[in-house]
């Protein structure tokens, strides 16, 4: 019954840390989910429309058209790009919310990224900067700082993982040992018997 015991409870630190995985993609997905929604409908805010065909919900999907465009804003378009971090403020505490929780190793990342693209918006709203080289701008800072948190939490993850095998490790020593321990004081029976002048004996 004792090894019965011990054989369950190894068999069980991995079933029990497959279990944690999934629990936590679970909570990833629905916080994923829920992300987006808030930002979906933080895009379509009606107040973003003035600026809605020069400037593209997705930085990464700009066309052409958008990269290439040499117009200033006008008086009315720049004061809805100062106020576009206001609009998009639901998606963006949501995003650190999500970052936060289950990348915080992209979270200063993502924060920088947001503080350099308020800037961006400040130099379009003033007129310092074309549509076009606002959305190139914005386009290729982006690409990088996903590509940077994408690298980070990669790190994070490895890192985390190799960690949780070491502890593994430890804890299957540790059961390896204390069933080395239980069978040294297990009491043992020797049996002898006689034929001739032979004695065999056993011990169990």
């Known amino acids: 019954m004792r090894k019965i015991i011990l054989f369950v409870l190894v068999g069980l630190l991995p079933g029990c840390a497959q279990y944690q995985l999934q629990q936590r993609q679970n909570a990833m997905a629905i916080a ?21 065909e020069q400037i593209p919900d997705n930085p990464l999907k700009a066309t052409v058209a958008q990269l290439t465009d040499k117009r200033y804003p006008a008086p009315e378009q720049r004061a809805a790009i100062g106020h576009r971090e206001d609009y998009l403020l639901p998606c963006l505490q949501a995003s650190e919310q999500y ?17 350099e693209g308020m800037i961006r918006l400040a130099a379009l709203a003033s007129g310092k900067m074309t549509f076009g080289q606002y959305n190139t701008e914005r386009s290729r800072a982006v690409s990088q700082a996903w590509a940077q948190m994408q690298q980070a939490e990669n790190a994070r993850v490895a890192q985390a993982r190799q960690l949780y095998l070491q502890q593994q490790a430890v804890q299957q020593q540790a059961i390896q040992n204390n069933i080395n321990t239980m ?13 001739g002048q032979t004695v065999n004996c056993t011990t169990q």
């Open 99 to 115: 970052f936060s929780e289950f990348a915080p190793a992209a979270l200063p990342i993502y924060q920088e990224m947001q503080q």
């Open 32 to 52: 994923q989910l829920s992300m987006n929604g808030t930002c979906q409908a933080a895009l379509q805010n009606h107040k973003l429309d003035l600026t809605r």
């Open 183 to 195: 069978r040294a004081l297990t009491p043992r029976t020797t049996t002898c018997s006689r034929f």
